[in-house]
C-alpha cells in the first residue's frame, strides 16, 4: 500500500504568503496602548498581529499564534478587508491543520476560499483549494489505515474533486495518485468493479507528472486485484512490469527504498507462481525477496516487507504438505505484521497460520486462530475475508465430524461470494468466469456436504448458484429466481446459530476497533488511562473468544442441530414454498416432464431428480470422477467417428447416468427430461446414451437447461414460423485467433439445406454468401426463427472468443452476441458448428456458450452441435426437424426428437406428410451417397441439443 501525501508543505505555504501579503516589517510597535484612530492605523495594528502569528505558527506555538490570528481577524472584519479576512482565514485554518483538528481546518479553508474566489485572487484561490485538498487526502489517509474504507473512499473522492477544480485553474494535480487510492479501497471493500475502473484511469492520468514510484504502486495493485479475479496471467503482467520499474532508479528514493519496491515485487510474482501451482519457483522467488531484505534491513524498517515474505514462504510449504515448517514461517510473519495495525495483512497470516494448524490436527488452535481472522474481516469490512475465513470454519467443522455445524458456515461462506460476483456483473466476461474457478470449489464442496446429509433440494439449490456462477458470462441480464439472487437460503435453527454467532462477533468487532485506536498512538504518548484500557480489552478479547467457543457447543446450539436433522429428513421447513413452485412449473409444462440434475465429484457421481409428484430424489453412483470422466472422452470418441460403434460406450454412461432412474421415471409417466449438465457432461448429448435396446432419444425428449432459475419453461412460442435463414456456402477464409489457426470453406449443401427450409416453411427470407453479413443481425428480430448455416467455433479454455462466421468472411464473437436482442424470436438455430476442442476437453462451458448467449439475448432457446457436424447429414436433420415443427402441436424438443429418430430409423414419411410437404422424397434426392446409409449412427443425428425453453 502507497499512500502520497501533496506536494505542498507549510515552507511553501509561508513563502507563497510572503509574497502575496501586503504585511510591515516587524519592530517594537506596542499593541492596544492607544485605540487606532484611523482605518489605515487598525489595518497596520492588524498586519502586525497577522505577521507575528505567521511566526509563531512556524514554531510550532499554535495556542499563541491563533489567539493572534484572531485578533487580527476581528479588526479586518471590522475595517472591511476583505484581503486580509481571507488571508487570516487561511492561516487560522493551517493552525487547526498543524493541530489536526481537521473539522475546523477544513472550514476556515473553505470560508477563506469563497473569499479569494470573490476577489478573484487565482493564486489564494488555489492555495486554499490545494490546503482543503490536504486535509481530504490526509483524512482519507487516516481512515484508510484504521480500515474504515467507506468513509476513507468519500474523502478520497472529495480529494478528486478539488482536483478537477486546480485543473480548471491551470494548475495540474497529481490525479493518479488518488485514483489509486480511491482503486486500493473499492478492492479492500470487495468493489472489484469500481476498482478495476478506477486502476485503469490512473494509469492513464497525469503521465507528464508521475513519478515512477506512483507507476509502481499502481501496477502492484493492480496486480493484486487481477489476482482475486483469479487473471493470474494478467498479474503477472503487471507484477513484471513492477520488478523493471523497480529496479530503475528513482529521483524520489534512496537505494532502500528501491530496493524495498524490489522485494515487493519479487513476492507478488512468487504468490502469482503460487496461485499457478508452481510451488518450487514460488519458493525460489520468496528466497530471492529475503535476500534482498538482509542487504537493507539496518538502513530502514522492513517489518512490512518480511512478514509478507515469511507469509509467502510458508503458503509454499503448506502446499508441498510440511506444515511444521509452514507455522515456523508464519508465526514469524505475524510476530513482525501485529505491532503495524496492517489488519489485512493479519487477517491473511492468521488464516494462514490456522491453516497450518489444520494441517497438523491442532483444531483447537487452528479454530482459535480463523475466528480471529473472521472477527477482523468483518471489522474492517472485507467481504472477500469473511467468505474466506467463514468457508475455513465450514472445513473445521466437517472435519470435527460436525456436518450441520459445517453448513451453516458454508453458506455464509457462499452467501458473501454472492455478494462479491454482484459487484462484478460489469466486469469482462472472462473476468467473471475466472473469479468463479477460484470460488466454484466451495460451492460443489457445500452441495456435496448437503447431498451426503441427504438434504437434496438445498444441494440443488447451490448446484443451480454454480451453474449459475460458472456461466454468468453468458448469462447476464438473463432473468433469474429471486431465490438465486439472494444465494443460499438459511433454514431456521441455522439463522439462529448464525444470529447468536453474530452478536458475539459484534462484540468482538466493536472492542477491536476501539483497541486498534488506541492502539495506532505511539507507546511514548499513551496515557496512563489508554494503557490501564489496553489491557483491559485484550483481557476481554480472550473472554469473547471463549464465549464463542462455549456457544459452538452449548445446549441450545445441539439443540438447534437436533432440529436440523430432523427437519431434514423430509425436506420441509422453509424450503417447502420451493419444492411447490418447482413441481407447481413441471406440471404446468404438460410434458410430463422432471428435473436431472447430476454432480460429478471426486470420489462418486451424485444425481438429483425432480418430479412433479414426488419429494427430490438423491441418487449416490460409486464411480470416481477420473474413471467417469474417461468414460466421457471414450463415448466422445465413438460419436465424432461414425466408423466406431457407439453403443458401447453409450450403455456405459447409462447406466450410471440414468439406469438408477429407471423406476422413478417409469413412475413419473416421464417423457421430457430437462437436464442441467455438469462438467464435462457438458461434451456429450444425453439423447445419445443407449440402454442396450435403444438410444434415450427415442424414449425421451431431452431439453437442456443451465439452471431451474434461468429458464423461463412456461412461455410458448409463436404459432405461425417465419424464418431468416443464411448460409455459408462457397469461398475461403482463414484467420488466427489467440493461437490458434482456423480455415473455413463454404458449404455446399447448407445452400441446399436453405433452399429446402424456404420450400417447407413458405415465410422464409434466405440470405447467402455476401448477403449474409453484419447487418443480418439487425432483420433477427423480425423474425421467429432464425437459421444459421455456417461454421461456428468453440473456442476451448478462451470461450469468449468463440465466434460465428458470418458468408462475407465477418465473423461475431461471444462478446459481440452479446449485444443482440432477439426477444422476438423464439428459436436461433446453428447448423454446422465445430468445436475447435483439441485433444484435451475443460470443464464444457465453452460448449454452451452459444446457447446461453443466445437465450442472454432473450431468445426463448437455440440449437448447437456438440462437434464438427457433416455438411449433408446435417441437412437432412435439418429437413427433417422443420418439417416436424411445421405441426403447431409439437414443440421443438419434440420436432429435435422426431428428427433424431427419423435419421436412426430411416422413416420420414410421418414428417410434415399431413402438409404435403414431400419431405421424405427430398431428404432421399438430398441425401449424397456416401452417408445415405449410415444417417442412423450418432455423428450424424445426436450432436445438436436444444438449450433452453424447448417448448
Same mark, same amino acid.
Given at each position: 500500500m ?19 501579503s501586503?504585511?510591515l !516589517?516587524?519592530g ?6 492607544a ?12 498586519d ?8 509563531l ?15 487580527? @481577524? ?12 481571507g488571508?487570516t482565514?487561511?492561516n ?6 498543524s493541530?489536526?483538528e481537521?473539522?475546523q ?7 477563506a476560499?469563497?473569499i479569494?474566489?470573490e ?6 484561490e488555489?492555495?486554499n483549494?490545494k490546503?482543503i ?15 474504515q474504507y467507506?468513509?476513507?473512499?468519500e474523502?478520497f ?10 485543473r480548471?485553474l491551470?494548475?495540474p494535480?497529481?490525479?493518479a ?5 480511491i482503486?486500493l ?15 485503469? =484511469? ?5 503521465d507528464e507528472? &508521475?513519478f515512477?514510484?506512483d ?11 487481477y489476482?482475486?479475479l483469479?487473471?493470474y496471467?494478467?498479474a503477472? =503482467? ?11 532508479p ?11 519496491l ?26 530471492k525477496?529475503l535476500?534482498?531484505? =538482509? ?13 509478507s ?26 510476530a ?6 496492517n489488519? !489485512?495483512s ?9 491453516k497450518a494448524y ?11 486462530l480463523y ?6 474481516a ?10 474466506h475465513?467463514?468457508?475455513?470454519i ?8 460436525? !456436518? ?8 455464509q ?6 455478494a462479491?460476483?454482484n459487484?462484478i =456483473?460489469g466486469?469482462?466476461?472472462e473476468?467473471?468466469?475466472?473469479y468463479?474457478?477460484t470460488?466454484?470449489?466451495d460451492?460443489?464442496h457445500?452441495?456435496? @456436504?448437503l ?10 439449490r447451490v ?12 448469462l447476464?441480464d438473463?432473468?433469474?429466481s429471486?431465490?438465486?439472487a ?10 439462529q446459530? &448464525? ?6 462477533m459484534n ?7 476501539e483497541?486498534?485506536q488506541?492502539e495506532?498512538?505511539p507507546?511514548s504518548?499513551?496515557?496512563q488511562?489508554?494503557?490501564?484500557r ?11 473468544t471463549?464465549q ?6 452449548s445446549?441450545q446450539?445441539?439443540?438447534?442441530v ?6 431434514t ?21 404438460q410434458?410430463?416432464a ?12 451424485e444425481?438429483?431428480l425432480?418430479?412433479p ?9 460409486p464411480?470416481?470422477?477420473e ?11 465413438a460419436?465424432?467417428?461414425p ?14 447416468l ?11 409417466k416421464t417423457?421430457?427430461i430437462?437436464y442441467?449438465p455438469d462438467g464435462?457432461?457438458?461434451?456429450i448429448?444425453l ?10 432419444v427415442q ?10 432459475s ?5 412461455t ?5 414460423l417465419?424464418v ?18 482456423f480455415?473455413?470453406s ?20 434466405k440470405l447467402?454468401?455476401?448477403q449474409?453479413?453484419?447487418d ?6 423480425d ?17 469468449e ?13 461471444l ?5 443482440? &436482442?432477439? !426477444?422476438?424470436?423464439?428459436?436461433v ?7 475447435g ?26 440449437i448447437?452441435s456438440?462437434?464438427?457436424?457433416s ?12 418439417a416436424?415443427?411445421q ?5 421443438k ?18 414428417l ?7 419431405v421424405?422424397?427430398r431428404?432421399?434426392?438430398n441425401?449424397?451417397s456416401q452417408?445415405?446409409d ?13 438449450i433452453?425453453?424447448?417448448l
Open positions: 502507497h499512500l502520497r501525501l501533496g506536494n505542498l508543505n507549510l515552507a511553501t505555504a509561508t513563502l507563497l504568503l510572503s509574497l502575496t501586503p504585511l !516589517p516587524l517594537n510597535i506596542e499593541l492596544f496602548t485605540p487606532a484612530q484611523t482605518t489605515q492605523d487598525r489595518k497596520a495594528v492588524a502586525q498581529l497577522l505577521q507575528e502569528g505567521e511566526r505558527n512556524v514554531n510550532d506555538n499554535h495556542e499563541e499564534a491563533l489567539a493572534k490570528f484572531e485578533q487580527a @481577524l476581528l479588526i479586518y472584519q471590522e475595517i472591511g478587508d476583505k484581503a486580509g479576512v488571508v482565514l487561511h487560522i485554518g493551517y493552525v487547526y491543520y493541530k489536526q481537521y473539522p481546518s477544513l472550514a476556515y479553508f473553505q470560508q476560499l469563497s479569494q474566489q476577489l478573484g485572487n487565482v493564486v489564494w488555489e492555495i483549494l490546503m485538498r490536504r486535509i481530504y487526502d490526509d483524512q482519507g489517509t487516516q481512515l484508510f489505515e484504521r480500515s467507506r468513509e476513507a473512499l474523502k473522492q472529495q480529494v478528486l474533486v478539488i482536483q478537477k477544480q486546480l480548471e491551470g494548475k494535480e497529481l490525479e495518485v488518488t485514483l489509486n487510492k482503486a479501497t473499492y478492492t479492500y471493500l470487495g468493489e472489484y468493479e469500481l476498482a478495476l475502473e478506477s486502476y485503469q =484511469k490512473a494509469l492513464v492520468a497525469d507528472l &508521475r515512477l514510484e507507476e509502481w504502486v499502481i501496477l502492484i495493485n493492480m496486480g493484486e486485484l489476482q482475486k483469479g487473471q496471467e494478467l503477472l =503482467k503487471s507484477y513484471q512490469e513492477a520488478l523493471e520499474l523497480a529496479k530503475t528513482q529521483a524520489d528514493l534512496d537505494s532502500s527504498g528501491n530496493i524495498g524490489e522485494v515487493r515485487s519479487l513476492n507478488a510474482i512468487g504468490a502469482i507462481h503460487y496461485r499457478l501451482g508452481q510451488y518450487e519457483l514460488a519458493l525460489d522467488f520468496h528466497e525477496a535476500a534482498l531484505l =538482509k542487504t537493507i534491513e539496518k538502513k530502514t524498517d522492513t517489518k512490512a516487507l518480511g512478514a515474505t515469511l507469509n509467502g514462504m510458508g503458503l509454499v510449504y503448506l502446499k508441498i504438505e510440511k506444515p511444521e515448517s509452514a507455522l515456523e514461517f508464519l508465526q514469524q510473519a505475524f513482525l505484521i501485529k505491532p503495524l495495525g489488519k !489485512p493479519e487477517w491473511a497470516i492468521l488464516n494462514n497460520i490456522g489444520y494441517e497438523l490436527g491442532n483444531y483447537e488452535s487452528a479454530w482459535d475466528q480471529q481472522a473472521l472477527v477482523i468483518q471489522e474492517i469490512g472485507n467481504q472477500e475475508g469473511v467468505g475465513a467463514l468457508k475455513n465450514g472445513y473445521l467443522l466437517e472435519k470435527q465430524n460436525q !456436518p450441520e455445524l459445517a453448513i451453516v458456515f458454508f453458506k461462506s457462499v452467501n458473501a461470494r454472492e462479491l460476483r459487484n =456483473k466486469l469482462p466476461s473476468f467473471q468466469q475466472s468463479t474457478e470460488i466454484a470449489e460451492y460443489r457445500l452441495a456435496d @456436504l447431498l451426503q446429509q441427504n438434504r437434496i433440494l438445498e444441494a440443488q448446484l443451480d448458484l454454480l451453474k449459475v456462477q460458472e456461466l454468468e458470462d453468458y447476464r438473463v432473468r433469474g429471486d431465490n438465486t439472494q444465494g443460499v437460503a438459511e433454514r431456521p435453527p441455522e439463522r446459530i &448464525r444470529e447468536g454467532s453474530e452478536a458475539i462484540q468482538a468487532i466493536a472492542l477491536g476497533k483497541l486498534a488506541i495506532s498512538i507507546i504518548d499513551r496515557t488511562t489508554q494503557k490501564q489496553i489491557l483491559e480489552l485484550r483481557k476481554i478479547e480472550q473472554e469473547i471463549q464463542f467457543n462455549e456457544f459452538i457447543v445446549p446450539v445441539k439443540e438447534w437436533t432440529q436440523l436433522k430432523q427437519s429428513r423430509g425436506q420441509t421447513v422453509d424450503l417447502d414454498a420451493y419444492a411447490t413452485t418447482l413441481q407447481d412449473n413441471l406440471k404446468k409444462l410434458q410430463d422432471v428435473i436431472l440434475y447430476p454432480l460429478i465429484l471426486p470420489e462418486r457421481l444425481l438429483v425432480i418430479t409428484d414426488t419429494p427430490p430424489l438423491r441418487y449416490t453412483v464411480v470416481k470422477r474413471e467417469f470422466n474417461q468414460a466421457i472422452v471414450e463415448f466422445r470418441s460419436l465424432t467417428a466408423i466406431h460403434d457407439a453403443k458401447v460406450p453409450a450403455r456405459k454412461l447409462y447406466d450410471w440414468i439406469k438408477p432412474l429407471e423406476n422413478d421415471l417409469v413412475q413419473a417423457k421430457t430437462i442441467a464435462q457432461l457438458r461434451y448429448p439423447a445419445a446414451l443407449h440402454d442396450g435396446n435403444q438410444w434415450l424414449r425421451f425428449r431431452i431439453n437442456n437447461i443451465t439452471a431451474v434461468l429458464t423461463e419453461l412456461n410458448k412460442p409463436p404459432s405461425q417465419q431468416l435463414a443464411a448460409a455459408f456456402t462457397q469461398g475461403n477464409y482463414s484467420f488466427n485467433v489467440g493461437n490458434e489457426r480455415n473455413f463454404g458449404l455446399p449443401y447448407a445452400g441446399r439445406e436453405v433452399e429446402s427450409l424456404g420450400q417447407t416453411v413458405p415465410n422464409t427470407t447467402l454468401d455476401q449474409f453479413n453484419r443480418t443481425v439487425l432483420q433477427m428480430n423474425y421467429s426463427i432464425v437459421h444459421l448455416a455456417t461454421h461456428a467455433a468453440f473456442v476451448a479454455g478462451q470461450p472468443e468463440s465466434f460465428i462466421l458470418f458468408g462475407n468472411g465477418d465473423r461475431v464473437t462478446r459481440d452476441v452479446k449485444k443482440w &436482442r432477439l !426477444p422476438n424470436v423464439d428459436l438455430v446453428l447448423s454446422a458448428c465445430e468445436t476442442l483439441g485433444d484435451k476437453l475443460g470443464d464444457g462451458k465453452e460448449i454452451l456458450g452459444f446457447g446461453y448467449q443466445m437465450q442472454q439475448t432473450s431468445a426463448r432457446a437455440a448447437a456438440l462437434w464438427k457436424v455438411d449433408g447429414g446435417t441437412q437432412a436433420l435439418m429437413d427433417a426437424f422443420y416436424a415443427l405441426n403447431d402441436k409439437m414443440t424438443a419434440e420436432a429435435l426428437r422426431q428428427s433424431q429418430i427419423a435419421l436412426i430409423t430411416g422413416d420420414y414419411q410421418a410434415g406428410e399431413q402438409r404435403g410437404l414431400g421424405a422424397q431428404i432421399k434426392n441425401l449424397p452417408v445415405s449410415r444417417l442412423s449412427h450418432p455423428y450424424y443425428w445426436a450432436p445438436f441439443i436444444l433452453g425453453n424447448g
